[in-house]
C-alpha cells in the first residue's frame, strides 16, 4: 500500500500561482505512475494530469493544458503540480493518485491521498 501526503492548497486570486506537493512512501517510487485529479462540490472527481514512470511522460486535461505542470522527483519521492494562471473554475480539493497501471481514470490509480483544497477567487 502506498502512502500520499499532499501539502501546498489554499486561496489565491485568479491569475495567480500555487504548487501542489505530494509525498510518497511504501513502494518504491520509481515503479508509482502518479497523477493529480480534482473533485469541486458536486462533481465527480475528474483527471487534471499524470506522469510515466520515469517522467518521460505528461498528460493534461484540455482545461488546465497549458497552465499547469506535472513533475517528479525521483530522488526525493515527490510528486508536483505547478499551477499557473488559476480561474475560479480550478476551486477543487486536489488529489494525488498512484498506481502501476496506465490510464487517466480514477480507476487506473489504487492509491489516494487525502486532498488539499485550493480555493481560487475572481
Known amino acids: 500500500q502506498v502512502q500520499l501526503v499532499e501539502s501546498g492548497g489554499g486561496l489565491v486570486q485568479a491569475g495567480g500561482s500555487l504548487r501542489l506537493s505530494c509525498a510518497a512512501s511504501?513502494?518504491?517510487?520509481?515503479?508509482?505512475?502518479l497523477g493529480w485529479f480534482r473533485q469541486a462540490p458536486g462533481n465527480e472527481r475528474e483527471f487534471v494530469a499524470r506522469?510515466?514512470?520515469?517522467?518521460?511522460?505528461?498528460y493534461y486535461a484540455d482545461s488546465v493544458k497549458g497552465r499547469f505542470t506535472i513533475s517528479r522527483d525521483n530522488a526525493k519521492n515527490t510528486v508536483y503540480l505547478q499551477m499557473n494562471n488559476l480561474k475560479p473554475e480550478d476551486t477543487a480539493i486536489y488529489y494525488c493518485?498512484?498506481?502501476?497501471?496506465?490510464?487517466?481514470?480514477?480507476?487506473?490509480?489504487?492509491?489516494w491521498g487525502q486532498g488539499t483544497q485550493v480555493t481560487v477567487s475572481s
Open positions: 493518485a498512484a498506481g502501476i497501471e496506465v490510464g487517466d481514470t480514477v480507476s487506473a490509480f489504487s492509491s
Open positions: 511504501g513502494r518504491p517510487f520509481s515503479t508509482l505512475r
Open positions: 506522469i510515466s514512470r520515469a517522467a518521460f511522460m505528461q
